[in-house]
């Protein structure tokens, strides 16, 4: 079932609804400062997902020479597997179709099942691993990698 969302872009205003999914949704979260950092940046793309002023899930993507960087992705608890993450990173590749020079990367724990499939569902494939590389449980993470949307 997919769930509507709004999709808009995250403010500074946003942080304690990002810091409440953050925690609840990984053993190491991310600072309040980091998701500060990324938000100021102007070449980034920051999506909230929204229903009414509830905040269901958020994406963080960095700007690099040749890729997008899918640097967070979280989705609370109750809105899981009802397709808020997949309208997320369609919105971010709608906002990014004309930059043909990028193709979009990210990494993922090895275990979750749920986030492989649905980025090999986008397009994603794997291209490495990065060994020890979540300091909580040092588990590996899956490097994975799509390439940019040819311009028709």
């Not at 971010?92 to 990028?102: A, N, P, Y």
């Not at 275990?111 to 490495?128: C, H, K, P, Q």
């Amino acid at each position: 079932m997919i769930t509507a969302v709004e999709l808009r872009p995250l403010k500074t205003s946003d942080l304690d609804a990002i810091e409440v999914v953050e925690r609840a949704s990984y053993p190491t979260p991310w600072s309040r400062s980091m998701f500060a950092g990324e938000l100021s940046k102007p070449s980034g793309i920051c999506l909230g997902a929204f229903q009414g002023e509830d905040m269901l899930g958020y994406l963080i993507v960095a700007r690099y020479v040749d890729a997008w960087h899918v640097m967070n992705v979280a989705v609370d608890a109750p809105w899981r597997g009802r397709g808020v993450a997949r309208q997320m990173l369609e919105r971010l590749f709608e906002l990014t179709g004309e930059d043909v020079d990028r193709g979009y990367t990210l990494e993922v724990r090895v275990s979750n099942d749920s986030a492989i499939g649905l980025y090999r569902d986008l397009g994603f494939v794997e291209t490495g691993v990065r060994r020890g590389y979540y300091t909580d449980n040092r588990e590996d993470a899956l490097i994975m990698w799509r390439d940019p949307e040819p311009v028709s």
